[in-house]
């Protein structure tokens, strides 16, 4: 079985592709095939070396988070109708391997059949981030949302899950990204490259701002504009809002069993689409996670087994 593992954090291209054991089959073991990992920022931020306070590891380490496969063997405690079925699943000790040994039962999920894996597995990572975020602030019709990072994994399923909760929608993105994000749904996009300041007042205030960016600067140059403001952020970890009336949160929780379920579903009945920027063989992993850290980001970035 085949692995690409992290020994160091000197960056991406210190990735090693290597050849390791499958762990011992318990009776809670789901063995995946895997088909499907998809690039998360947080994998090459591991890399460098950039998350050290927020997610210490323990190197040697494979690398990722969320798989997609068939399931080929199951555990005696675990459902045997799942065998062939296609799954997407969470895998803690690293997802980035031709074979998946997984012993958790919450996280993995069957996928319907008219969902492709591919699709499917951009959920992990990116629409249960962005549906954490709108469950923590309670988003409701009523509210005009602005989003940073728009075109990234996160980013296009938060357009998406905002508009099915009536929310208005402004996003910022880069230059080349502006007509893809508006095709997503957003009904405002703004340039975040060229004159930001002046576009926030030329058009409606937020209500609230979902931040997938994590760039203290860009908030501040925000709430420096509005008075009124409730701020979330997924990927920044603290930030002292200026004015009285604003609110900061960091989280990165989850949304538990029913909230992929609820995604899936979505999927499934076409409310939602998975946008994919490339699909890289795993043994171009360091083209991806390249592509990921440099961007502009484009939907989600999947290594194929």
């Known amino acids: 079985m085949k692995r690409i593992i992290q020994r160091d954090f000197n960056g991406v291209d210190n ?5 390791g054991n499958i762990n011992k089959l318990t009776p809670l073991s789901v063995l995946v095939k895997n088909k499907y990992t998809p690039v998360l920022p947080y994998d090459w931020m591991t890399e460098y070396g950039l998350l050290k306070d927020i ?12 798989f997609g496969g068939i399931v080929e063997k199951v555990g005696l405690l675990r459902d045997k ?11 803690p000790t690293g997802a980035a391997a031709e074979m998946i040994n997984s012993q958790l039962p919450p ?9 492709p894996l591919s699709a499917a597995v951009t959920l992990i990572g990116g629409a249960d981030a962005a549906l954490h975020a709108i469950d923590s602030v309670n988003v409701t019709s009523k509210d005009t949302v602005l989003v940073t990072g728009a075109s990234g994994g996160v980013g296009t399923y938060l357009i998406q899950l905002l508009k099915l909760a009536g929310a208005q929608v402004i996003a910022l993105a880069s230059p080349g990204n502006l007509d893809f994000v508006k095709s997503v749904g957003a009904d405002i996009v703004l340039n975040y490259q060229e004159e930001l300041a002046a576009q926030l007042k030329a058009t409606v205030a937020p209500t609230k701002i979902i931040d997938t960016v994590g760039s203290a600067a860009l908030l501040q140059l925000i709430t420096d ?17 200026p004015k009285a009336q604003q609110t900061f949160k960091f989280s990165n929780g989850t949304i538990g069993i029913g ?8 999927l499934a009945a076409g409310e939602i689409t998975a946008y994919i920027q490339h699909q890289y063989e795993f043994t171009d992993v360091k083209k991806a996670h390249l592509a990921s850290k440099n961007g502009p980001a484009h ?4 290594l194929k087994f």
């Open 107 to 115: 996280l993995i999920f069957e996928v319907p059949d008219n969902v």
């Open 55 to 66: 997610r210490p590891v323990k190197l040697p380490m494979v690398i990722g988070y969320a």
């Open 225 to 241: 504009i509005y008075d009124n403001l409730n701020i979330f952020s997924l990927s920044l970890s603290s930030f002292n809002p």
């Open 15 to 19: 990735l090693q592709i290597e050849v």
């Open 259 to 266: 909230g992929y379920k609820k995604l899936l579903k979505l």
């Open 299 to 302: 939907g989600r970035i999947l």
């Open 81 to 91: 109708n799942l065998i062939g079925k296609k799954v997407i699943g969470a895998q």
